[in-house]
């Protein structure tokens, strides 16, 4: 079945560490994204990358860091330099040339500072 | 900036009933695609339905319909014959031919029996 994983589903972090999230794709698709979700605030744009590296800095980029060596990879990092970095963190991927601009959502990780 | 807006942040239908959802954007584009995605309590977010700037008819999947006027920048969303599966965070997303989606803060839909 062709989708979007994340992992881990949950993640516990202590302060000052850095964390990398997993995003993994077999949709074929260029373009990938990096939404953090919090609660009351929708979702906003960290980083995106619309193909193989090459990315660039979304709404709320302090913080974080990504890479994008292989199209179906794009896995965050959540540095130190992040000041609450409790969250819910969203990975989407988009076709390039879809002709509706629809992104399709994997599902989720929760990080937790301690 | 485009920015999406949805005023209610909560709002409850009985089973069966038709409840609307409200959304409106502002934007200077003229060629743009407008979402509403549902977000149930496992957090996957789901798309529900899409609407193209260009074209006039409504988009309608099933119980689910919009409606988008495009001069007064508003895409509602309405479900009719509400099922108890239907509960769920709403958010409306817009995107122009750029590179992301912004995305309004939600609407918390409770289905009540």
């Known amino acids: 079945d062709g989708g979007i994983t994340q992992s881990p589903k949950y993640l516990f972090r202590k302060e000052g560490q850095n964390v990398t999230l997993s995003c993994e794709q077999n949709?074929?698709?260029?373009?990938m994204y990096w939404y953090r979700q919090d609660p009351g605030q929708g979702l906003r744009l960290i980083y995106y990358?619309?193909?193989?590296?090459?990315?660039q800095k979304g709404d709320i980029a302090e913080g974080y860091s990504v890479s994008r060596e292989k199209k179906e990879s794009f896995p965050l990092t959540v540095t130190s330099a992040q000041k609450n970095p409790t969250a819910f963190y969203l990975c989407?991927?988009?076709?390039?040339?879809?002709?509706?601009?629809?992104?399709?959502f994997g599902p989720g990780t929760r990080l937790t500072v301690l | 900036a485009q920015t999406v807006t949805q005023s209610q942040p909560e709002m409850s239908v009985q089973e069966a009933e038709t409840v609307t959802l409200s959304c409106t954007y502002d934007?200077?584009?003229?060629?743009?695609?407008l979402f509403w995605y549902k977000q149930p309590p496992s957090r996957q977010m789901i798309l529900v339905i899409r609407?193209?700037?260009?074209?006039?008819q409504n988009a309608t999947e099933n119980r689910f319909s919009v409606n988008f006027q495009k001069a007064a920048k508003s895409f509602s969303l309405k479900i009719s014959d509400s099922q108890l599966g239907d509960a769920a965070m709403y958010f409306c997303?817009?995107?122009?031919?750029?590179?992301?989606?912004?995305f309004g803060k939600g609407t918390s839909l409770l289905v009540t029996p």
């Open positions: 949709l074929n698709h260029d373009a």
């Open positions: 990358s619309q193909i193989v590296n090459d990315f």
């Open positions: 997303a817009f995107s122009d031919s750029g590179y992301a989606l912004n």
């Open positions: 989407a991927s988009k076709a390039s040339g879809s002709s509706y601009n629809e992104q399709f």
């Open positions: 609407q193209e700037a260009y074209k006039q």
């Open positions: 934007t200077s584009e003229s060629d743009y695609y």
